[in-house]
């Protein structure tokens, strides 16, 4: 079993004026096996929550503790929070010219086991993981990313999901842009990975739509870089109903 627990965590950026304040203290403790949605308004501080945890070198941490199984995340490099078991599937996945997608998996599986995967067995669970998503096998042997529609760049996000198993997956809205059928798509592949043993998920998100296929342990609600409140996933159904404007207008 592991847990990640953040705990009162502060976060800026710079900007031409000068450090700007993100996140303003956030707690918030996430279990094996559970799966947590963030909703929120446009600018609220959720991508930027993700972000800090994965360790983007963009935003610096200016108070708070992020740990994992007790283990100091924010001490960790990029990397070595990824051999934690920590997975950040982006709002904007990049391109990387050159790089092709079956080398990319490769390259980042053997990095995380300390070991090449098994010949015989790899190219089946990457064909496997493509066919899940509906992406021709060929796709393996695209440069990542480069070409690929939105909806292609995030059935891709979750094909890496299931080949890396991470232990925490951090989806920073992988339903944006997305049409109901690959929608579907990506949801099947977020609950196979969640049936997995032990497997823990914060879903960052704008809209309901996807918890209608991907059901939440627990919904916070995000305004001004703070949690506002928590419930379970009714709270969602709330949110679609009424907004945020309770949140957005109490000076959260």
Do not use: C
């Not at 579907?184 to 997995?196: L, P």
């Amino acid at each position: 079993m592991s847990t990640l627990e953040i705990k009162d965590l502060q976060v800026s950026v710079e900007t031409e004026d000068g450090p700007k304040e993100i996140l303003k203290g956030v707690t918030l403790t996430i279990n094996s096996g559970e799966t947590h949605a963030i909703m929120g308004p446009n600018g609220s501080g959720k991508s930027t929550l993700a972000y800090s945890i994965a360790g983007h070198p963009k935003y610096s941490i200016t108070g708070g503790t992020v740990t994992l199984d007790g283990e100091d995340v924010l001490e960790m490099s990029v990397d070595e929070r990824a051999k934690a078991g920590l997975f950040l599937a982006m709002q904007y996945p990049v391109e990387v010219p050159g790089v092709s997608v079956a080398n990319f998996l490769r390259t980042a599986k053997t990095a995380l086991d300390g070991e090449a995967p098994k010949l015989r067995t790899w190219v089946k669970d990457v064909n496997g993981a493509m066919n899940k998503m509906h992406l021709d096998p060929s796709f393996s042997q695209r440069s990542v990313n480069e070409g690929f529609s939105g909806g292609e760049k995030k059935r891709h996000e979750i094909a890496q999901l299931d080949i890396l198993d991470p232990a925490f997956a951090l989806l920073d809205e992988i339903d944006s842009g997305l049409d109901i059928d690959a929608l579907k798509v990506v949801s099947d592949g977020i609950n196979d990975f969640r049936a997995r043993e032990a497997k823990s998920v914060l879903l960052i998100t704008h809209y309901t739509r996807i918890l209608r296929y991907v059901k939440p342990d627990r919904v916070h609600v995000f305004v001004a870089g703070r949690i506002a409140e928590s419930g379970g996933p009714e709270l969602a159904e709330e949110l679609e109903a009424n907004g945020y404007e309770k949140y957005t207008t109490a000076g959260v």
